[in-house]
């Protein structure tokens, strides 16, 4: 049960980080983020989708 609670925190955290890069005009970092975003997005999914 922690396991897709703690993708959907990270997934949240680098939206955010995202959005602090951008407005700091630190663009090369930003692609990171939303590696990691779309990662932890990917592990809520496949781990909420087995709660039947």
């Known amino acids: 049960m922690l396991t897709?609670?703690?993708a959907v925190g990270?997934?949240?955290v680098q939206i955010g980080a995202v959005v602090v890069h951008i407005?700091?005009?630190e663009g090369k970092i930003v692609p990171f983020n939303v590696v990691l975003a779309l990662l932890g997005l990917f592990?809520?999914?496949g781990r909420f989708a087995n709660w039947s």
């Open 10 to 12: 990270l997934t949240v």
């Open 4 to 6: 897709p609670l703690a």
């Open 23 to 25: 407005r700091r005009d």
């Open 43 to 45: 592990v809520a999914i």
